[in-house]
């Protein structure tokens, strides 16, 4: 009866995949859509440039936690370069329905997240590396 | 003879009833159907009501008849229009008892009301650990611009905590107020809960403790009778735009004297009597705090809509939706059962009402009802620490006015029950 409620989005609502959390994650990041309370954070284990692990937590609306779960299944074992470069009409066409301005938020907040913990990781990475290169004290303020 | 005798008592005491079928036909807005085909079924008046052909005609005759600018030209089209936006604030002062209408100062909403005041006021008056006292059931508009005078000024925000049953804790009230705020401001009606608040009651406490009152009457002026004059406060501020007026309108009550003692908000033309390079008289009030070329035709069309109201009579609006909001009450949890429902009884409120559905997020909700020409509001309403007092992400919330009838609470009903059908399959 309803366009954007098909089966397979209310599956991914009902049981997302990658719904969990990682025990080390190399990168992570917390996002939120203010306007609704989606709240959702990725977590990701990348390895040699390749998310090799990824897992989400979070409520939300039943696009944005289809989203989540069909997005997470898609990124894993890509390059981090690859995810990088996914945009968001990637993630519609992953939820292959019509998403009205209104609910884009709510859609396009798992690649918003993933983009957030990408950023922050290599951040990390250049902090770590700027912080090994410079003093030696190995006291870590974090 | 007996019978004319209990009709005359009963008349004195209960209020005409309202025909809102009859209402109906005044809204041009509701005989429109959606993309679907469906009629608009409009349940989102808290957030903006619709607008009367009264008021569409008032913004509109002076945008063809008389579009000019107020209080400046000498010709008939500018007389006109003076005469109209100056008739438009004594029908807003008319709507809240306002002792006369140079107390009514026209803003574009209760939000720059209460920004004007702040600015105004809050900033003269509020000194380093002065406190000012609010509740946490306050629109973000009641709450932010507060902030923001607390850390200029280095005082303290303290907040009257809300029941489960969503009705505000006047014990803590009265113990908070020993710490002799300078102010205190709350919501007259909360746009989530729908509480109507016991605000002679407070406006007492206030004032015996020493404080200034405002009160934020965006939900309560479109729905009941409110008279500023018995209530006390020193502050009312309240929306054209919730009240069947345009948007873009709105107006804020103060006492003269407060009025006459506060510096302008904001600077320009119209608030001044004489430039000078160096300096200027202020105006007289109200034109003290209306620089700049207003929005004259929202401003004449909140002048229909005062009318409109009053004609229909506050007393009428308020007991229709009461019995709205007792029947919404009444049939949501019987007809789409695990609803959930926020505030207190329907006896203690306006008409809102806020509900979740358990499982579904209320995004969702509002989304599968649009396709039956249903209009939900879906999120935090702005009221984000009131749903954090509820361990609440969002809400969906819907909220009557004089045209709303029965059979649209049942169709929302109806559309809960085929929403939680779409998720259980
Ligand atoms: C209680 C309350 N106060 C203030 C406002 C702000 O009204 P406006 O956006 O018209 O300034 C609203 C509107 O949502 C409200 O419900």
Request: proline residues 5%; aromatic residues 6%; hydrophobic residues 40%.
């Given at each position: 009866?309803?366009?954007?409620?098909?089966?397979?989005?209310?599956?991914?609502?009902?049981?997302?995949?990658?719904?969990?959390?990682?025990?080390?994650?190399?990168?992570?990041?917390?996002?939120?859509?203010?306007?609704?309370?989606?709240?959702?954070?990725?977590?990701?284990?990348?390895?040699?440039?390749?998310?090799?692990?990824?897992?989400?937590?979070?409520?939300?609306?039943?696009?944005?936690?289809?989203?989540?779960?069909?997005?997470?299944?898609?990124?894993?074992?890509?390059?981090?370069?690859?995810?990088?470069?996914?945009?968001?009409?990637?993630?519609?066409?992953?939820?292959?329905?019509?998403?009205?301005?209104?609910?884009?938020?709510?859609?396009?907040?798992?690649?918003?997240?993933?983009?957030?913990?990408?950023?922050?990781?290599?951040?990390?990475?250049?902090?770590?590396?700027?912080?090994?290169?410079?003093?030696?004290?190995?006291?870590?303020?974090? | 003879?007996?019978?004319?005798?209990?009709?005359?008592?009963?008349?004195?005491?209960?209020?005409?009833?309202?025909?809102?079928?009859?209402?109906?036909?005044?809204?041009?807005?509701?005989?429109?159907?959606?993309?679907?085909?469906?009629?608009?079924i409009?349940l989102?008046?808290?957030?903006?009501?619709?607008?009367?052909?009264?008021?569409?005609?008032?913004?509109?005759?002076?945008?063809?008849?008389?579009?000019?600018?107020?209080?400046?030209?000498?010709?008939?089209?500018?007389?006109?229009?003076?005469?109209?936006?100056?008739?438009?604030?004594?029908?807003?002062?008319?709507?809240?008892?306002?002792?006369?209408?140079?107390?009514?100062?026209?803003?574009?909403?209760?939000?720059?009301?209460?920004?004007?005041?702040?600015?105004?006021?809050?900033?003269?008056?509020?000194?380093?650990?002065?406190?000012?006292?609010?509740?946490?059931?306050?629109?973000?508009?009641?709450?932010?611009?507060?902030?923001?005078?607390?850390?200029?000024?280095?005082?303290?925000?303290?907040?009257?905590?809300?029941?489960?049953?969503?009705?505000?804790?006047?014990?803590?009230?009265?113990?908070?107020?020993?710490?002799?705020?300078?102010?205190?401001?709350?919501?007259?009606?909360?746009?989530?809960?729908?509480?109507?608040?016991?605000?002679?009651?407070?406006?007492?406490?206030?004032?015996?403790?020493?404080?200034?009152?405002?009160?934020?009457?965006?939900?309560?002026?479109?729905?009941?009778?409110?008279?500023?004059?018995?209530?006390?406060?020193?502050?009312?501020?309240?929306?054209?735009?919730?009240?069947?007026?345009?948007?873009?309108?709105?107006?804020?009550?103060?006492?003269?004297?407060?009025?006459?003692?506060?510096?302008?908000?904001?600077?320009?033309?119209?608030?001044?009597?004489?430039?000078?390079?160096?300096?200027?008289?202020?105006?007289?009030?109200?034109?003290?705090?209306?620089?700049?070329?207003?929005?004259?035709?929202?401003?004449?069309?909140?002048?229909?809509?005062?009318?409109?109201?009053?004609?229909?009579?506050?007393?009428?609006?308020?007991?229709?939706?009461?019995?709205?909001?007792?029947y919404a009450m009444e049939v949501l949890p019987r007809e789409v059962p695990?609803i959930?429902?926020?505030?207190?009884?329907?006896?203690?409120?306006?008409?809102?009402v806020?509900f979740?559905l358990?499982?579904?997020?209320?995004?969702?909700?509002?989304?599968?009802l649009?396709?039956s020409?249903i209009?939900l509001?879906?999120?935090?309403?702005?009221?984000?620490?009131?749903?954090?007092?509820?361990?609440?992400?969002?809400?969906?919330?819907a909220?009557?006015?004089?045209?709303?009838?029965p059979e649209e609470i049942d169709a929302l009903a109806a559309g809960l029950r085929d929403v939680v059908?779409?998720?259980?399959?």
């Amino acid at each position: 009866m309803d366009d954007l409620y098909r089966d397979y989005i209310l599956e991914h609502y009902r049981r997302p995949h990658n719904f969990g959390v990682l025990e080390a994650p190399t990168a992570s990041y917390e996002g939120s859509n203010p306007l609704c309370g989606d709240r959702i954070t990725m977590m990701l284990g990348i390895a040699d440039g390749v998310v090799r692990e990824v897992a989400f937590t979070g409520r939300g609306c039943a696009i944005s936690q289809a989203s989540a779960s069909l997005l997470t299944d898609e990124i894993k074992g890509k390059t981090v370069e690859e995810v990088e470069r996914m945009t968001p009409d990637d993630v519609l066409d992953l939820l292959g329905i019509d998403i009205s301005p209104a609910r884009l938020k709510c859609a396009l907040l798992s690649l918003d997240t993933v983009a957030h913990a990408l950023a922050d990781d290599t951040e990390e990475k250049a902090e770590e590396k700027a912080e090994a290169d410079g003093s030696a004290s190995g006291a870590q303020s974090h | 003879m007996a019978d004319l005798a209990t009709t005359q008592r009963k008349d004195q005491t209960e209020p005409a009833r309202l025909d809102p079928y009859q209402i109906r036909a005044d809204f041009p807005i509701l005989a429109t159907v959606n993309r679907f085909g469906k009629p608009l079924i409009y349940l989102d008046s808290a957030a903006t009501s619709l607008k009367p052909q009264a008021v569409i005609e008032a913004v509109d005759g002076y945008n063809r008849e008389y579009s000019s600018n107020i209080h400046r030209g000498i010709y008939e089209l500018a007389e006109r229009a003076t005469g109209a936006y100056e008739a438009a604030r004594a029908k807003t002062a008319r709507l809240i008892n306002a002792p006369e209408p140079a107390e009514i100062v026209f803003v574009r909403n209760a939000t720059e009301a209460i920004n004007l005041v702040a600015y105004s006021w809050g900033r003269h008056h509020i000194g380093r650990g002065d406190s000012i006292v609010l509740t946490e059931m306050e629109h973000h508009a009641n709450l932010v611009p507060w902030q923001l005078v607390v850390q200029e000024k280095d005082g303290d925000l303290e907040f009257v905590p809300v029941t489960d049953d969503g009705l505000l804790q006047l014990d803590v009230y009265e113990v908070l107020l020993h710490l002799r705020p300078k102010l205190v401001a709350f919501t007259h009606v909360s746009n989530m809960l729908g509480t109507v608040n016991p605000v002679r009651e407070m406006v007492e406490m206030a004032h015996a403790a020493g404080a200034l009152v405002l009160i934020d009457g965006a939900q309560a002026v479109p729905h009941a009778p409110v008279d500023v004059q018995e209530l006390g406060a020193d502050f009312y501020v309240f929306s054209g735009h919730k009240m069947l007026g345009p948007t873009g309108s709105g107006a804020l009550w103060a006492r003269r004297g407060l009025l006459e003692a506060m510096p302008p908000f904001m600077a320009g033309g119209d608030m001044i009597r004489e430039v000078h390079l160096r300096r200027s008289d202020w105006n007289e009030i109200p034109y003290k705090f209306e620089a700049g070329t207003p929005d004259i035709s929202a401003q004449i069309g909140m002048g229909a809509a005062a009318e409109y109201l009053m004609a229909l009579g506050m007393e009428s609006v308020r007991a229709h939706e009461r019995e709205l909001t007792r029947y919404a009450m009444e049939v949501l949890p019987r007809e789409v059962p695990g609803i959930e429902l926020y505030g207190p009884a329907a006896e203690l409120r306006g008409g809102v009402v806020s509900f979740n559905l358990p499982g579904i997020h209320p995004h969702d909700v509002a989304q599968i009802l649009d396709r039956s020409g249903i209009c939900l509001r879906a999120g935090h309403h702005c009221t984000m620490p009131l749903h954090e007092r509820f361990d609440l992400a969002a809400t969906a919330r819907a909220s009557f006015n004089v045209y709303t009838v029965p059979e649209e609470i049942d169709a929302l009903a109806a559309g809960l029950r085929d929403v939680v059908r779409i998720f259980d399959r």
